[in-house]
């Protein structure tokens, strides 16, 4: 059971430095890291460089990257302050409006941006203030906003789908094309509990439709961010090509497999990049300076999430050196549990990783052993990783919470303490219960 006991000590390590030493979650990862070489004896320096050198060759790291510089200039560009102003001003004016603009917006940056602090930050510094002065209670709109977040990992392509299918455990299982369709099914499902929670706080609230100085004409909005829409249309464009009987036709013309051709994973935020430009030239810089001030402002981001992507491969790749997935798939068949209570119980140990963690880190500690197990015990892979993932993205809704909660109580300037109730009955349980019927098959994707 060597590779339970450096699971536990790679937990350790990560818990002890984020959330007793306040330390990064980056530096978290590289200690994480360290700490399991040992675990495997003597060969310890070679699986450490072959773990390394697999995370740092994946096309996946670079993907990560893509896809952070997307969001970045999607923000820089405007684009999302228009799409925000036009999703505002179609349903801003019924009566919790600025709420139900949250949560439809959530859902789409989360298609497009994937980031829970950056959602939360994005979407509640506009919708928070409009919240309020429709007499929606600070706390709730806090919770509202972080509890939305997490749509940001429930839709493709979020690092932690990167760090599951990038695994030396899982990726044997399954390739991102497979995964693609089904985590947008599930994502939709989470949607749809995100709706009915709206419902739920505006009608338990006292909300007023919001006054009409607050939003812009729907012709207005629909003058200045019609263009907006068309970021998810582009991303269709790789998606389509790439499945289904288009496929098919294209592999047949071209004698080869378009599938394995077109790398989606690559070709989505090159798409996104060049449509955000187009759609913010005039907000863009024009001069070299311009630019290199704007990429050496970007930089920071880049470290924080590469150094953390890449080591949490590289720590996956390094338990799995150790057996862990065999191990715990072993240990958790013998307890002969139904599946619907392996279900649960890979649920909440999910779902209690990704309190301290961020969803990424939850990927790579226990987030990959939950699919494998689920697959040893029957479950197809796409449905296992798909039920994982929505369990994961409880990051900001269990106590401690993760980076969208603080980001959102400080917008809204309340103490999360006043959040965690709710967060936990709205989000965390009805989360975990949603994964659990997709590993059952209760609700398809």
């Given at each position: 059971?060597?590779?339970?006991?450096?699971?536990?000590?790679?937990?350790?390590?990560?818990?002890?430095?984020?959330?007793?030493?306040?330390?990064?979650?980056g530096?978290?990862?590289?200690?994480g890291?360290?700490?399991?070489l040992?675990?495997?004896?003597?060969?310890?320096?070679?699986?450490?460089?072959?773990?390394?050198?697999?995370?740092?060759?994946?096309?996946?790291?670079?993907?990560?990257?893509?896809?952070?510089?997307m969001?970045?200039?999607?923000?820089?560009?405007?684009?999302?302050?228009?799409l925000?102003?036009?999703?505002?001003?179609l349903?801003?004016?019924?009566?919790?409006?600025?709420?139900?603009?949250?949560?439809?917006?959530?859902?789409?940056?989360?298609?497009?941006?994937?980031?829970?602090?950056?959602?939360?930050?994005?979407?509640?510094?506009?919708?928070?203030?409009?919240?309020?002065?429709?007499?929606?209670?600070?706390?709730?709109?806090?919770?509202?906003?972080?509890?939305?977040?997490?749509?940001?990992?429930?839709?493709?392509?979020?690092?932690?789908?990167?760090?599951?299918?990038?695994?030396?455990?899982?990726?044997?299982?399954?390739?991102?094309?497979?995964?693609?369709?089904?985590?947008?099914?599930?994502?939709?499902?989470?949607?749809?509990?995100?709706?009915?929670?709206?419902w739920?706080?505006?009608?338990?609230?006292?909300?007023?439709?919001?006054?009409?100085?607050?939003?812009?004409?729907?012709?207005?909005?629909?003058?200045?961010?019609?263009?907006?829409?068309?970021?998810?249309?582009v991303?269709?464009?790789?998606?389509?090509?790439?499945?289904?009987?288009?496929?098919?036709?294209?592999?047949?013309?071209?004698?080869?497999?378009?599938?394995?051709?077109?790398?989606?994973?690559?070709?989505?935020?090159?798409?996104?990049?060049?449509?955000?430009?187009?759609?913010?030239?005039?907000l863009?810089?024009?001069?070299?300076?311009?630019?290199?001030?704007?990429?050496?402002?970007?930089?920071?981001?880049?470290?924080?999430?590469?150094?953390?992507?890449?080591?949490?491969?590289?720590?996956?790749?390094?338990l799995?050196?150790?057996?862990?997935?065999?191990?715990m798939?072993?240990?958790?068949?013998?307890?002969?549990?139904?599946?619907?209570?392996?279900?649960?119980?890979?649920?909440?140990?999910?779902?209690?990783?990704?309190?301290?963690?961020?969803?990424?880190?939850?990927?790579?500690?226990?987030?990959?052993?939950?699919?494998?197990?689920?697959?040893?015990?029957?479950?197809?892979?796409?449905?296992?990783?798909?039920?994982?993932?929505?369990?994961?993205?409880?990051?900001?809704?269990?106590?401690?919470g993760?980076?969208?909660?603080?980001?959102?109580?400080?917008?809204?300037?309340?103490?999360?303490?006043?959040?965690?109730?709710?967060l936990?009955?709205?989000?965390?349980?009805?989360?975990?219960?949603?994964?659990?019927?997709?590993?059952?098959?209760?609700?398809?994707?």
């Amino acid at each position: 059971m060597i590779g339970i006991w450096a699971l536990g000590a790679y937990l350790a390590v990560i818990l002890l430095w984020t959330t007793l030493l306040k330390r990064s979650v980056g530096e978290a990862m590289i200690l994480g890291f360290l700490v399991v070489l040992p675990f495997s004896g003597a060969a310890a320096a070679q699986v450490g460089w072959e773990a390394l050198y697999t995370a740092a060759t994946d096309e996946i790291v670079y993907a990560t990257m893509a896809f952070v510089f997307m969001g970045y200039l999607l923000d820089k560009a405007g684009v999302l302050d228009k799409l925000i102003d036009l999703l505002n001003s179609l349903i801003g004016g019924v009566k919790g409006g600025p709420a139900w603009v949250s949560t439809v917006a959530s859902a789409g940056l989360g298609g497009v941006v994937h980031n829970q602090a950056a959602i939360a930050a994005t979407v509640g510094s506009v919708t928070i203030p409009w919240m309020e002065k429709s007499k929606l209670d600070k706390a709730s709109a806090a919770t509202l906003v972080a509890g939305n977040a997490g749509m940001g990992i429930t839709f493709p392509f979020s690092a932690s789908m990167f760090v599951l299918v990038g695994s030396a455990t899982v990726g044997p299982l399954l390739n991102v094309n497979e995964l693609v369709l089904p985590l947008l099914v599930g994502g939709l499902w989470c949607f749809l509990h995100r709706l009915i929670v709206t419902w739920l706080l505006v009608r338990r609230s006292g909300m007023a439709p919001l006054d009409s100085s607050h939003r812009l004409a729907v012709r207005t909005a629909f003058g200045q961010g019609w263009a907006t829409l068309l970021l998810f249309v582009v991303v269709a464009v790789p998606l389509i090509l790439t499945s289904g009987a288009i496929a098919t036709a294209l592999s047949d013309w071209t004698g080869g497999d378009i599938t394995k051709t077109v790398s989606i994973i690559v070709w989505i935020p090159v798409v996104l990049i060049i449509t955000g430009a187009l759609l913010g030239w005039k907000l863009l810089p024009r001069g070299a300076r311009d630019w290199r001030a704007l990429l050496q402002d970007s930089a920071p981001r880049f470290g924080v999430v590469g150094i953390t992507v890449l080591f949490a491969f590289a720590g996956a790749n390094a338990l799995a050196a150790t057996g862990l997935p065999k191990q715990m798939t072993a240990l958790l068949t013998q307890l002969n549990l139904p599946l619907w209570l392996l279900a649960i119980l890979i649920g909440l140990i999910v779902i209690a990783v990704a309190a301290p963690l961020s969803a990424t880190a939850t990927m790579a500690a226990v987030g990959t052993v939950g699919v494998a197990t689920l697959v040893a015990a029957g479950v197809p892979a796409t449905t296992a990783a798909v039920a994982v993932l929505v369990f994961s993205s409880c990051e900001a809704a269990v106590p401690p919470g993760g980076a969208p909660l603080y980001v959102a109580c400080g917008i809204a300037d309340v103490n999360p303490i006043t959040t965690f109730a709710r967060l936990i009955t709205h989000y965390a349980l009805p989360l975990l219960g949603i994964g659990v019927l997709i590993i059952l098959g209760v609700l398809p994707i």
